[in-house]
């Protein structure tokens, strides 16, 4: 049984704005991927790093990455969403990867992942018979809005916080398992954890913490290069 990680970056990140892919933009002086990847390159028991991206990435080569040949391989077969990628990337890693293997699906706008916590991940995972995720119970109270409402929205209901929680990445599955939950699954599916709940299987969540923010719009950027600042202090 070995563990590898796969970060799927072939989107646009179009909520962010600019004319760069979100993974490319500049967070404490490196593109914002390389944070994820590096502290995933820190885990002993990851045996290989594979990227995705669009066969149409031109921004890859821009930059050097040195120190990462031996664990690193880059895959040009994203597709049209999250899912495709991350389906289209298990795929071409089959030649390496067994059934049987972990693997580690991790954001590349997910910067802000702690040493500990993606131990803490593997350790608790390991020997589970389904896999699992990072995730942090919700702690706001959570308003659902009611259709059709002129001028903005309006609440139609709040929605009961308990038991819920909101899922982080990485998420660790089983190669072979994934592959059959996202082939099932479909195109529209947002996490690998969801489409693994629709074969009737029930992920184990690992409590994580807010530090391991998603940088979804402009403003996010800021309190990311801060924690990642005082992660890597």
């Not at 077969?77 to 071409?92: D, H, I, M, S």
């Not at 954001?107 to 993606?118: G, H, K, N, V």
Request: with cysteine; net charge negative.
């Amino acid at each position: 049984m070995k563990f590898y990680a796969l970060i799927p970056a072939a989107g646009s990140g179009s909520r962010m704005g600019g004319g760069i892919e979100k993974q490319y933009l500049p967070l404490n002086d490196v593109p914002m991927i390389a944070h994820a990847m590096m502290v995933l390159a820190r885990e002993p028991r990851i045996e290989k790093l594979f990227v995705v991206l669009s066969p149409t990435d031109k921004r890859w080569n821009n930059y050097e990455w040195r120190g990462w040949e031996e664990r690193l391989q880059v895959l040009r077969c994203g597709g049209a969403t999250r899912a495709e990628t991350v389906l289209n990337g298990l795929r071409a890693m089959a030649n390496v990867c067994d059934a049987d293997d972990w693997v580690l699906v991790h954001d590349a706008a997910r910067p802000c992942l702690a040493d500990e916590m993606l131990g803490k991940l593997i350790d608790d995972v390991a020997d589970d018979p389904v896999g699992g995720l990072l995730a942090v119970p919700v702690a706001d109270t959570l308003k659902r809005a009611a259709a059709d409402t002129s001028p903005g929205a309006r609440v139609e209901a709040t929605v009961p916080r308990a038991g819920l929680w909101q899922a982080q990445t990485p998420q660790m599955f089983r190669h072979g398992a994934l592959i059959e939950a996202l082939r099932a699954a479909g195109s529209d599916i947002t996490d690998e954890a969801s489409a693994i709940e629709q074969l009737g299987l029930q992920p184990l969540l690992v409590e994580s913490d807010r530090r391991n923010m998603k940088v979804t719009w402009p403003q996010d950027m800021e309190l990311a290069g801060l924690i990642v600042g005082q992660l890597n202090a």
